[in-house]
């Protein structure tokens, strides 16, 4: 069963990413059952504050003006960006570290 702490939002990716293993291991590909299944590991006030996204609805339209279900990646999309640090881009390391020290130092 996937988890993850709440009071540590950079652990919400890799909820996600455990997430999509089992999505593949069961065969789950509907993007409605898997928005769901991902708010049921998480508190009530987080699952309701997920699925209240209006990214959790049916409400896209294409060319043709029929409304589409959004996919389950726009949704996790919208749902990490409620979460300050965990977009990846934004992680650094000691190596980063350790350079702008030097850059620093030697400037």
Known sequence: ???W???CPQ???QYFKE???LFADCSITDNTQKKE???QYVSDDT????LGLPKFGDNVTISNNAPRPYMYQEWKVAVLRLYPGTDASA???LGNLKQLVNQTFNS
Do not use: F
């Open 91 to 93: 992680c650094y390391n």
């Open 11 to 13: 652990g919400l990716p």
């Open 1 to 3: 069963m996937p988890k």
């Open 37 to 39: 299944h991902a708010a």
């Open 5 to 7: 702490d709440e009071s």
């Open 47 to 50: 699952a309701e504050t997920w």
């Open 19 to 21: 997430l999509g293993y």
